[in-house]
């Protein structure tokens, strides 16, 4: 049996920009002095005057990306998720979200599988801030090829966006010809009957992995993929959540304000159901193996598996 193809989607977002540099000239790589840790270097050696290198200094570089893009040009603002939608939340706030710009933000190192790098850098909370800037679009890919077409979705957008990546390799599973990414519209991947499991990121694969298994203990789990948070697909999840009684959300963020909290705000108003979120529950991260942190906090095929699996009884 042949390996899973295994790409960190902060490898997609570079490799899509270039890309995209190539087609389009109104494109502004911007980075806070991460371009070799975001992957921003690609473009860099293929466009250098059309990257530019803003320091350690992210919240000016929102204001710099805001500007660009008040000249009708398209900029990607790139550093980690936690520098993007933490540090540079007030800017991101007033400089891009109130006016409505056109600035693409590319957050990369996101969720606990940054590993090593501890709870400081291990952003949990960026997808419950971003949610909450009116007109801003969240998009948060499974795998390199989502990865690469939510790049692509993102500047054919006039608007704001925000781009979640991340810092581990993780399984190609879109790897199929009729594949098709539509901002704001979710994916079903299995049908099912029991429970809908309802994924997110490099969520997605453990989502799917633990419905094989729940297949074995007769538990006909239905999976869609979440890749836009926001807007969300709620005529896709109100259908789910009618079909099977029961819904799961799995994202590597906290359950406070992220996917979970999203579906939860669209079955609470439309189609009453019980939830069950699965995500970092009210802590912060700490060091450790990123696939190490992910199997502890129940976020791998098998945690999922576990919890899905109780959650049914």
């Not at 473009?43 to 530019?52: L, M």
């Not at 109130?98 to 501890?118: C, F, Q, R, W």
């Not at 994924?199 to 006909?220: F, H, P, Q, R, Y």
């Not at 579906?263 to 108003?269: E, F, P, R, T, Y």
């Amino acid at each position: 049996m042949s390996e899973v193809k295994k790409i960190a989607t902060r490898e997609s977002y570079g490799n899509a920009l270039v890309e995209l540099g190539n087609a389009h000239d109104d494109i502004f790589v911007l980075d806070a002095d991460l371009a070799g840790a975001t992957k921003t270097d690609i473009f860099k050696k293929a466009y250098p005057n059309r990257h530019i290198d803003c320091g350690i200094a992210e919240a000016n570089m929102m204001g710099i990306a805001a500007g660009i893009a008040a000249t009708g040009k398209v900029p990607f603002a790139s550093t980690f998720a936690m520098f993007a939608a933490g540090r540079a939340f007030e800017q991101v706030r007033n400089s891009i979200g109130y006016p409505h710009l056109n600035v693409k933000i590319g957050a990369t190192h996101a969720g606990i599988s940054v590993g090593e790098d501890g709870a400081t850098h291990q952003c949990n909370e960026d997808i419950a801030l971003m949610r909450t800037i009116p007109g801003m679009v969240v998009i948060n890919p499974s795998d390199d090829i989502e990865a690469r077409a939510a790049v692509k979705a993102a500047y054919e957008y006039v608007g704001p966006v925000y781009m979640r990546f991340g810092r581990l390799a993780v399984p190609v599973i879109n790897d199929r010809e009729d594949y098709k990414f539509e901002m704001g519209k979710g994916i079903v991947l299995k049908e099912g009957k029991d429970v809908t499991i309802i994924a997110t990121g490099l969520c997605v694969s453990s989502a799917l992995e633990a419905a094989k298994m729940l297949e074995a203990d007769g538990i006909d789990a239905k999976v869609i993929n979440i890749h836009t948070i926001k807007p969300l697909d709620e005529d896709l999840v109100v259908a789910a959540a009618k079909e099977t009684g029961r819904v799961v959300t799995v994202e590597e963020h906290s359950v406070i304000g992220g996917l979970g909290s999203a579906v939860c705000d669209v079955l609470s108003a439309k189609a009453p159901t019980k939830v069950l979120k699965i995500g970092i529950n009210d802590v912060f991260g700490e060091s450790g193996p990123a696939v190490e942190l992910i199997h502890k906090y129940g976020l791998d095929g098998e945690g999922v598996y576990n919890s899905v699996k109780a959650f049914c009884k």
